[in-house]
């Protein structure tokens, strides 16, 4: 059986977004599976209520290095989220090989940054915020309209490219 091979074709922005979709699917599964496991081992509580809402203080972190190792491990194995398997995408260091491990670092947390703006919701509202956070990733991946070799700003940063895979 052959390996398949990464093209020196960049993959038009419509089919990352498409496959990023894919990928909000596997992570909410993901997200809801660690918080079935948290639930489960706190004897449900996890989240409590009363005059306020509280979540364990380790809960989000937890959440989000989980996210995070997805896409890294993904990423660092074969250069392929499952959302982006179905759309033969992949990504790859500039020079077409695999990316580094700092390289997948570097790209998950950029592309994490917006999600900073959720700090703005005691103050604004969380609708507002919300919005804040979508604004900033169309931003984010606005810049793969207009870059060089269609790179976003977490692919500007990290030094990689989404290519098309044969």
Known sequence: MTQATTMD?????WRRLIALVYDLVATLA?????GLLCQLATRGQLITTGSQVHIAWWYQPLQAVVV???FVVSWLRGGQTLGMRPWRIRVTAG???????RQALVRVLVAALPL???LLA???GLKTALWAVAGGWVAWFATALFAPRRRALHDLAAG???RLVL
């Open 9 to 13: 074709v960049i993959c038009p922005l």
């Open 30 to 34: 993901i997200v809801m599976v660690v």
């Open 68 to 70: 995070a190792a997805y």
């Open 95 to 101: 020079d077409g090989g695999r990316i580094s491990a």
């Open 116 to 118: 900073l703006l959720l």
């Open 122 to 124: 005691p103050a604004l």
């Open 160 to 162: 990689t490219e989404i």
